[in-house]
T-cell receptor, first 115, second 113 residues
């Protein structure tokens, strides 16, 4: 069974540009999460989808970040316009259901560098 | 508010030594879940273990063991007879009944031959 996949693995853009990150969860997983780790800091939660609905977006830093999950399958996270402080590693995770015993499985991350 | 503290930034050991990673958590919830993840140099986060707040039984899996103590709000992780392949960043995380994980800052483990 394929794990969580993320694309691209790396992205280097200039300040002010737009970048779109993609996450494909494990097949059949209704729950999809986005996290990020800014250099030297902790891994921080961004948002949580249940199927195509946003269950919790309390971690989204500002309105330059837009996440979508059309059809309840893959998800995209768009940063527009990107700022220097957006640099970091963006992780996606998925889980089968929202039950108490859920375990989130993570993808390899997308390393974003904003110059 | 929830908080996870991993006070050790980096631990360096020589192969075959044991290494213990500390994790202290704070939560007001009576039901919660604790996790350990491993991030090898390749970058992905690999799930290692989940422990429920109502189950304080310690666990051993091969060279890995976990010591969960509610009285001290700790969930420590020990690697016995470390190997070079254990070199990675290890994250402790906390979750309430459902949803987002609260991560610690991570501990870098360096195992040298």
């Amino acid at each position: 069974e394929a794990g969580v996949t993320q694309f691209p693995s790396h992205s280097v853009i200039e300040k002010g540009q737009t970048v779109t990150l993609r996450c494909d969860p494990i097949s059949g997983h209704d729950n999809l999460y986005w996290y990020r780790r800014v250099m030297g800091k902790e891994i921080k939660f961004l948002l949580h989808f249940v199927k195509e609905s946003k269950q919790d977006e309390s971690g989204m830093p500002n309105n330059r970040f837009l996440a979508e999950r059309t059809g309840g399958t893959y998800s995209t996270l768009k940063v527009q316009p990107a700022e220097l402080e957006d640099s970091g590693v963006y992780f996606c995770a998925s889980s089968q259901d929202g039950q108490e015993l859920e375990t989130q499985y993570f993808g390899p991350g997308t390393r974003l560098l904003v110059l | 508010a929830q908080k996870v503290t991993q006070a050790q930034t980096e631990i360096s050991v020589v192969e075959k030594e044991d290494v213990t990673l500390d994790c202290v958590y704070e939560t007001r919830d009576t039901t919660y879940y604790l996790f350990w993840y491993k991030q090898p140099p390749s970058g992905e986060l690999v799930f290692l273990i989940r422990r429920n707040s109502f189950d304080e039984q310690n666990e051993i899996s091969g060279r890995y063991s976990w010591n969960f103590q509610k009285s001290t709000s700790s969930f420590n992780f020990t690697i016995t007879a470390s190997q070079v392949v254990d070199s990675a960043v290890y994250f402790c995380a906390l979750r309430n009944s459902w949803g987002k994980l609260q991560f610690g800052a991570g501990t870098q483990v360096v195992v040298t031959p």
